[in-house]
């Protein structure tokens, strides 16, 4: 006997935002970081800044950090970022 | 009742166990098969439409319908009667201060801890004495069952997407409980909230795995509680020294040389936060030295203030048992208590 039965995933799609436009070069640009403020990210922001600087000719990098990192960004972050050219944010411990 | 989900076909039950696993949509345990009849029943029952928006996921803005709840609420083996707790329990989820994106995808892996009281305690027939950290009885099980599933399938909580949880824990496939209330002269958690003992609710908070503590040897509660207030200094060096909600499971026989002594939960919460507290410069003895830096001196207090403690009576008769349920990141995430089967924002009910 077939059975019928329901789908159980969201099904719901919501668009709460999409992707900017891709640069071409990162040469002279400004890109802001947003840091979940944990330790091991410290280390890893400066090396990040060294590179887009030294490798990259990235003409500014900003460091802002949430105040809670296991919630999005801060209101004053998300307004902020459209100041910059690029975002780099992401999960990690 | 006019249902909305995706409809699949399957030749047998065989075949949706499959069908389902193949999507991601267990936690690997075989599923109750979802039909229309059985999710339009568990919606009856609470009396709610199935498009009845419950909440907004509040990170990704996912709306939660209560269609999507009732499917894997029935696939968790939930029947009708166990729907409105799973209802008020991801609604609860949902309030602020929870923070549910973070608690269910923080490397941290905590699990969702929920704990029933009032009446429905006795309506789903729960067991809040033998093993009741395991599988207690039929409700419980399957109602954490149920909010596993949902963060599943309708959040994409699965492991390695939206959970991406280190370890992870034994709750995190089904952690709920009821309190002892009738064998126990205490208020209720809930009472301890200020809600009516005839008021039925559900408590949700963000757990880490139970740690077991065992003190035999004594009928002081001063004794008795130290061995609580150690294990959560143990969790404070060994795990995270942020302070908040701390639940502690007190079984009977402990409850009761601390009931005999004229000792409330009042008192028991004040003896704990005074008790469990310790200084960072204790990080050291467990190798967490690099961290103390120049504030070795600063005391932590495990809890912000003696009611951030949870005290539950639950467990079986025998055994100078209890249990300790840290928090997962307690200064930011709450544990939240709300009533099963009431309208948030109706006012009060009419005079008849």
């Given amino acids: 006997m077939t059975l019928q039965v329901l789908d159980p995933s969201s099904e719901a799609h919501v668009a709460i935002g999409e992707l900017a436009p891709r640069l071409t070069s990162l040469t002279g640009k400004t890109v802001g970081f947003i840091s979940n403020g944990k330790e091991g990210t410290k280390g890893f922001f400066h090396h990040a800044e060294t590179m887009l600087r030294e490798e990259f000719g990235v003409a500014e990098v900003l460091l802002r950090v949430k105040s809670n990192y296991s919630a999005p960004a801060d209101d004053y972050i998300a307004e902020e970022i459209a100041q910059w050219d690029v975002v780099i944010s992401g999960l990690g411990d | ?352």
């Avoid at chain 2, 499971?249 to 003896?271: C, M, N, P, S, Y």
């Avoid at chain 2, 204790?282 to 504030?295: H, N, T």
């Fill in chain 2, 1 to 352: 009742m006019q249902l909305s989900s995706k409809i699949h076909e399957a030749d047998d039950f065989n075949a949706v166990q499959e069908l389902y696993h193949s999507h991601g949509w267990t936690d690997g345990l075989p599923i109750v098969p979802p039909t229309a009849e059985a999710v339009a029943a568990c919606l009856e029952w609470s009396m709610l439409p199935p498009d009845q928006l419950i909440g907004l996921e509040p990170v990704r803005e996912r709306p939660i319908l209560a269609e999507k709840l009732a499917i894997n609420a029935v696939m968790a083996g939930c029947l009708p009667m166990h729907f409105p707790v799973v209802v008020a329990a991801v609604t609860a989820m949902l309030q602020p201060e929870f923070l549910l994106h973070g608690a269910t995808a923080s490397t941290g892996g905590c699990a969702v801890l929920l704990v029933l009281n009032g009446p429905i305690r006795l309506e789903l027939n729960t067991n809040p004495t033998f093993n009741v950290l395991g599988s207690s009885d039929r409700a419980t099980t399957v109602i954490g069952r149920a909010l596993r599933l949902i963060l599943i399938n309708v959040l994409d909580v699965r492991p390695g997407e939206i959970d991406r949880s280190t370890l992870g824990h034994p709750g995190k496939i089904s952690f709920c409980l009821s309190e002892d209330e009738d064998d126990n002269p205490w208020l209720s958690l809930a009472e301890q909230h200020d809600i009516p003992k005839e008021l039925s609710t559900v408590t949700v908070m963000t757990a880490g795995a139970p740690r077991q503590i065992m003190n035999e040897w004594t009928t002081k509660p001063e004794e008795i509680l130290e061995t609580f207030a150690a294990e959560i200094r143990a969790n404070m060096r060994h795990y995270s020294i942020w302070p908040g909600n701390y639940a502690i499971i007190i079984a009977k026989q402990l409850r009761e040389h601390l009931q005999a002594a004229g000792w409330t939960k009042k008192d028991v919460a004040q003896f704990i936060f005074e008790r469990a507290r310790i200084h960072r410069r204790e990080w050291a003895d467990v190798g967490k030295g690099s961290v103390v830096r120049d504030r070795g001196d600063t005391v932590y207090p495990a809890m912000e203030s003696p009611d951030q403690l949870l005290i539950i009576a639950a467990g079986g008769p025998a055994g100078g048992f209890g249990a300790v349920i840290p928090p997962w990141l307690g200064h930011k995430s709450h544990a939240v208590t709300l009533p099963i089967g009431a309208c948030l924002d109706c006012g009060p009910p009419p005079t008849l």
